[in-house]
């Protein structure tokens, strides 16, 4: 009996090895590139200067000379807390590391689950593959949002257990909640999953008469974990300002639709993987395809949730992705798992974390060649953002010139961290957590539009600007163009600054203007290029 069985043993230890080492190629390849996100600056000076204040987080809004004084309310305080400690600390070592052991305990969670699962070695190499590309797109950056990609797996495979088989770690949800809500917005997801499990489980009992004790606990641990997200600095105060958030139109590509977005396979790519197992594939429950419609559809809805679906397949659809192929492909299959097929699988392997290595090295290529490993965080300074106006802000600073400036508002958090305490911005990417809907609304019109803008509009005309620094191709530059009471003081091709008469001296403003080529290709810098002497905190 036990020869019987020899072969089946080796086949899963088999797999298993190559699962873990397709696990560890995936999170080597997350790891291969760091971009500065255009909020990191702003991430790092919060949690910098709450550690100083020895407070949590700041009350009000410092930063800006619109909202100046105004309720903050900060749904990541414990993230930049822990951004301002690491890099005070490790400096940019301490933020990579960050950003490597959460992605450490994500694919590490998610390799564990695909090794426990039912299912063939091609599916977990598809899965691997694909999750790893689509995923690359959204963790180049270090941000807050990795958190959520750390929990909502959790969450899934949490809750999947627990509908199969009573489990008492579903009652570790509501403390996990506690950590999340602290961390990004995105616990709110974590909520919606047990909120939707509990009026499942109510459905099933009611449906077949039967146990009723999922039911009851899982709405115990609703209520709980709702409860548990009052535990913040903000208690209530918190939902109310993600409710207006949420219901906010933004500038923020990951918040715009896949159908507004240019075409790419890395993005299509997760649906066509989820329609073609449930299409194809026989091995799934109700559960499952209620669960992954409900999340394709916030995918379709916002890019940035694309990154929480192909998490989502890697939890639920090992087993079934391996129905589809078999039935597809049943000859290729019955090859690929026979066990004196070992050699041919070992290439598939081999083929896929070669594939994913070259990749990785084929992104870090153009930050090798500007002399940087692609183990710094990176700063792109050619193009809009998450490109940053480095050559600009330095013309400011090294002419001393300060005011409140108006930026774009991918561009705010890193002109604050640059010129903070002399200026101030006028708004910046905190959004509905500092700023009035009114105030946003003015904000978006006039940074939207461009030559469609009547004669006056608020933050040129009601608020006191006095410097405007653009991006080249901005809408607005062309408005300001047709505005006598605005005169250009600085181009360089990426970024446009233009002062409001008066401000400066005529005879400084005329010895000071500069027209600068343009750089070609791209050009980097190591993350946070310049200008932070010491505590930022003096006001």
């Known amino acids: 009996m036990n020869d019987l069985n020899m072969p089946e043993k080796n086949l899963n230890q088999e797999k298993t090895i190559a699962t873990i080492l397709l696990g560890l190629m995936s999170w080597l390849f997350l790891c291969s590139l760091t971009i500065a996100d255009p909020d990191l600056w702003g991430h790092t000076l919060y949690g910098i200067r709450a550690i100083e204040q020895g407070v949590f987080t700041e009350a009000t809004d410092p930063f800006s000379y619109t909202a100046a004084g105004d309720r903050w309310v900060n749904h990541e305080w414990a993230t930049e807390y822990e951004f301002g400690g690491l890099w005070t600390q490790l400096g940019n070592r301490g933020l990579l590391l960050w950003k490597y052991v959460i ?60 509908w199969e088989r009573p489990t008492r770690l579903i009652w570790s949800l509501p ?12 616990f709110l997801a974590g909520i919606a999953l047990i909120g939707f499990y509990a009026v499942m489980a109510w459905g099933r009992a009611v449906l077949k008469k039967g146990d009723y004790l999922l039911a009851y606990q899982l709405s115990a641990v609703c209520g709980l974990s709702i409860l548990s997200t009052l535990i913040t600095p903000y208690g209530i105060e918190l939902h109310s300002m993600l409710l207006t958030h949420l219901g906010t139109e933004q500038l923020v590509r990951e918040w715009q639709s896949v159908f507004q977005v240019e075409f790419s396979w890395v993005y299509v790519a997760p649906f066509l993987i989820l329609v073609f197992a449930f299409g194809v594939g026989r ?5 499952d395809l209620l669960t992954m419609a409900v999340i394709a559809a916030q995918a379709v809805m916002h890019l940035r949730h694309i990154a929480l679906l192909c998490l989502a397949e890697v939890v639920f659809l090992p087993a079934i992705l391996t129905d589809a192929l078999q039935r597809t492909f049943p000859n290729l299959c019955q090859r690929w798992g026979a066990p004196e097929s070992f050699r041919l699988r070992r290439f598939g392997v081999a083929a896929a974390i070669i594939f994913l290595f070259l990749l990785g090295i084929r992104g870090a290529i153009p930050i090798m060649k500007a002399g940087l490993l692609p183990t710094e965080i990176v700063v792109e300074t050619t193009s809009g953002a998450p490109g940053m106006p ?28 640059q010129t903070f305490p002399e200026s101030r911005v006028a708004f910046d990417g905190r959004y509905r957590t500092v700023y009035n809907p ?10 939207r539009t461009g030559q469609t803008l009547p004669p006056k509009t608020p ?19 062309s408005y300001l163009e047709k505005r006598e009471d605005w005169q250009l003081l600085y181009s ?4 446009r600054i233009y002062i409001k008469s008066g401000f400066l001296p005529v005879s400084k403003t005329s010895a000071l203007q500069v027209n600068l080529p343009k750089k070609s290709g ?14 930022k905190i003096a006001e």
């Not at 403390?175 to 995105?186: E, F, K, P």
């Not at 091995?283 to 559960?287: G, H, L, Q, S």
């Not at 933050?459 to 530059?477: K, R, S």
């Open 103 to 162: 992605l450490a305990s994500m694919t590490a969670i998610l390799t564990w689950n695909l090794c426990r699962s039912d299912s063939n070695l091609g599916a977990r190499v598809m899965l691997v593959t694909f999750t790893t590309l689509c995923l690359g797109n959204f963790v180049v950056y270090i941000r807050p949002q990795l958190v959520t990609f750390l929990f909502f797996p959790v969450f899934l495979i949490l809750l999947r257990t627990a």
């Open 175 to 186: 403390v996990l909640t506690m950590i999340w809500v602290n961390h990004h917005g995105g």
């Open 283 to 287: 091995n799934w429950k109700w559960i």
């Open 390 to 417: 480095t050559r600009a802000v330095r013309f400011l600073n090294d002419h001393e010139i300060s005011g409140n400036i108006l930026t774009d508002y991918g561009w705010a958090q890193f002109v604050i961290w």
């Open 438 to 447: 009114t105030l946003e609304t003015d904000f978006l019109e006039f940074q």
């Open 459 to 477: 933050f040129l005309d009601q608020y006191p600007t006095q410097i405007a620094l653009l991006p080249e191709e901005a809408g607005p530059v």
């Open 492 to 495: 360089d091709g990426q970024a």
């Open 522 to 535: 791209f050009d980097w810098e190591i993350f946070p290029a310049d200008r932070i002497t010491g505590t």
